[in-house]
């Protein structure tokens, strides 16, 4: 099985701060990787594909990167609803697997 | 607008079974693989499985936890996505979300259910 390893598991910041979430994949992927936000009692929301694509309608403060296994969420200025659960998912081979989530929450 | 709901969760004995519907409207179902996803209280996302649509034989995947165990399967005619769940154990407790996967050779996950809860215990 493919391992999804998301750093920080946590993290504190303020409105307007820029903010990175790491995801590293135990093996190759190719980009097949997503990334949801959720918030508390909700579900998941999907925010890009292909490790850079961004879904429809969601807003261009926020991006993904690849750089081989390492894989990269990107929120250039933090905003009071962006505030929840991140989690990164690699869909290249079966199990599908997700990270163990980023938890953002307000400094 | 794409519409998922579940329904059929709530509370069950270890060892029995429980059955989730999903009702998808807002899209052409049958295009679609169709999946299940797990959240046990207080945890992290768990991928359950898949099926596949019509043109790939409405073939199945499974998480090693569920394998043997859990059954997906649709009807394309009603627009609905089912989970037969036998054996039930208490580590089965969990929210389940049906989720569309998108229409592509690697499809992810674009868009969720608002999630049913199942619980397992005597």
């Known amino acids: 099985d493919i391992q999804m390893t998301q750093s920080p598991s946590s993290l504190s910041a303020s409105v307007g701060d820029r903010v990175t979430i790491t995801c590293r994949a135990s093996q190759g992927i190719k980009n097949w990787l997503a990334w949801y936000q959720q918030k508390p009692k909700k579900a998941p929301k999907s925010l890009i594909y292909a490790a850079s694509s961004l879904q429809s309608g969601v807003p261009s403060r926020f991006s993904g990167s690849a750089s081989g296994t390492d894989f990269t969420l990107t929120i250039s200025s933090l905003q009071p609803e962006d505030f929840a659960t991140y989690y990164c998912q690699q869909y290249n081979s079966y199990p599908l697997t997700f990270g163990g989530g980023t938890k953002v929450e307000i400094k | 607008e794409v519409q998922l709901v579940e329904s059929g969760g709530g509370l069950v004995q270890p060892g029995g079974s429980l059955r989730l519907a999903c009702a998808a409207s807002g899209f052409r179902f049958s295009d679609h693989y169709m999946d299940w996803v797990r959240q046990a209280p207080g945890k992290g996302l768990e991928w359950v499985g898949r099926?596949?649509?019509?043109?790939?034989?409405?073939?199945?995947e499974y998480a090693a936890s569920v394998k043997g165990r859990f059954t997906i399967s649709r009807d394309d005619s009603k627009n609905s996505l089912f989970l037969q769940m036998n054996s039930l154990k208490t580590e089965d407790t969990a929210v389940y979300y049906c989720?569309?996967?998108?229409?592509?050779?690697?499809?992810?996950?674009?868009?969720w259910g608002q999630g049913n809860m199942v619980t397992v215990s005597s």
């Open positions: 099926i596949r649509n019509k043109a790939n034989s409405y073939t199945t």
């Open positions: 989720v569309r996967a998108s229409y592509s050779s690697s499809p992810d996950f674009d868009n």
